[in-house]
Structure formats: structure tokens, C-alpha cells
């Protein structure tokens, strides 16, 4: 099992940004993927998940800005933010685990992870 995020960088206020989570060695379709983000010095925290048969949950700070989406064919999840805030500025990680229920966001929850990729949201 491998997932390996990609597609950070440097965006202004309000811009958008879509991240990617390209996965191995499993099938989208009997595992569910949760995006996760961390600030140096603070704890990691849920943002937003999909579960095998593609039910999304996304955290309150995030919800009506950030979609999740999954596309089989390639074995890629999609993350797009939208109306970046300076304080979406985090290291960002997708992992997973097998799961055919709704998603959550809890750390514990998932198995894998991968390594992250680095927004930054500055003017």
C-alpha cells in the first residue's frame, strides 16, 4: 500500500490549489482516503475524506471551499481548494484505510499514509 501526495506550492489569498493523492497496491473501491493537514508545532488534523463508495465529509472550516473527489481509472483522489485562507497554510497528507463504511476524520482511523505536500498561502 502506497500513497504518495502531490501539487502544493505557493498561492495568494483567495486563490486555488488542487492537490492529488496517487495510490498502489490497493483499489479505491474497498478503501476509504482521508486528507489530513499539519502546521510545525500543532497536532494533525482531519480536512476532508471519501469513503469507497465516494461519500464525502469534510471539516467546518473547510466546507462550501474544499472538494474531494476520486478518480478510479487512474487510482488518484483529488483534493480542490478553493478561497485559500492564510491559515490553510499546512503540510497536507492523504492516507487510507479499508474501509466500505462512511469516512471520518480521525487520525487513528487510518493505516498508510503518505508523505505530505506543502501549501502556502501568503500575499
Known amino acids: 500500500v502506497q500513497l504518495q501526495a502531490s501539487g502544493g506550492g505557493l498561492v495568494q489569498p483567495g486563490g486555488s490549489l488542487t492537490l492529488s493523492c496517487a495510490v498502489s497496491?490497493?483499489?479505491?473501491?474497498?478503501?476509504?482516503i482521508g486528507w489530513f493537514r499539519q502546521v510545525p508545532g500543532k497536532e494533525r488534523e482531519g480536512v476532508s475524506c471519501?469513503?469507497?463508495?465516494?461519500?464525502?465529509f469534510h471539516r467546518d472550516s473547510v466546507k462550501g471551499r474544499f472538494l474531494v473527489s476520486k478518480y478510479d481509472v487512474v487510482n488518484t483522489v483529488y483534493l480542490q481548494m478553493k478561497r485559500l485562507k492564510i491559515e490553510d497554510t499546512a503540510n497536507y497528507y492523504c492516507?487510507?484505510?479499508?474501509?466500505?463504511?462512511?469516512?471520518?476524520?480521525?487520525?487513528?482511523?487510518?493505516?498508510?499514509w503518505g508523505q505530505g505536500t506543502l501549501v502556502t498561502v501568503s500575499s
Open positions: 471519501i469513503s469507497s463508495d465516494g461519500r464525502v
Open positions: 497496491g490497493f483499489s479505491l473501491d474497498d478503501y476509504a
Open positions: 492516507a487510507t484505510v479499508r474501509s466500505t463504511g462512511p469516512c471520518g476524520l480521525g487520525i487513528a482511523e487510518y493505516d498508510y
